[in-house]
């Protein structure tokens, strides 16, 4: 029983570090961008695609899009505003791109997620 608890204890403490880590993003802003046609030039947004963020699973390590492998979020994203927004890619590093790199880790399968007015 001691055991349990201790893992139990060792899984809550890497999650709190984990989401401290991937969370470095404003999750808000990174929603507003997701529900914004901003990021292309076609009028679409990510949003077009994943309303509520269907198809996304932000706890992913591996990104599976169209066939391609991606290692990590932002060469998904950024795969996706090329290809289905006609935008142009963020840099890895831009606080765009963190903000919707930790909007996307809070989408998980089947969770229904509230979407900002467009």
Excluded at 22 to 30: Q, S, W, Y
Excluded at 100 to 107: A, D, K, N, P
Aim: charged share 30%.
């Amino acid at each position: 029983m001691g055991k349990k608890i201790l893992w139990k204890l060792l899984m809550v403490i890497i999650v709190i570090v984990f989401a401290s880590v991937t969370f470095a993003g404003n999750v808000r802003n990174g929603e507003k961008l997701f529900n914004s046609p901003d990021l292309g030039t076609n009028g679409r947004k990510c949003s077009s695609c994943h309303r509520k963020g269907k198809g996304i699973n932000g706890t992913k390590r591996v990104f599976r899009i169209i066939g391609r492998k991606f290692r990590n979020p932002e060469d998904a994203i950024n795969f996706c505003l090329k290809l289905a927004l006609k935008g142009e890619p963020l840099e890895k590093d831009s606080k765009e791109m963190q903000d919707l790199v930790s909007y996307i880790r809070t989408l998980k399968p089947g969770k229904k997620k509230r979407v900002i007015g467009c």
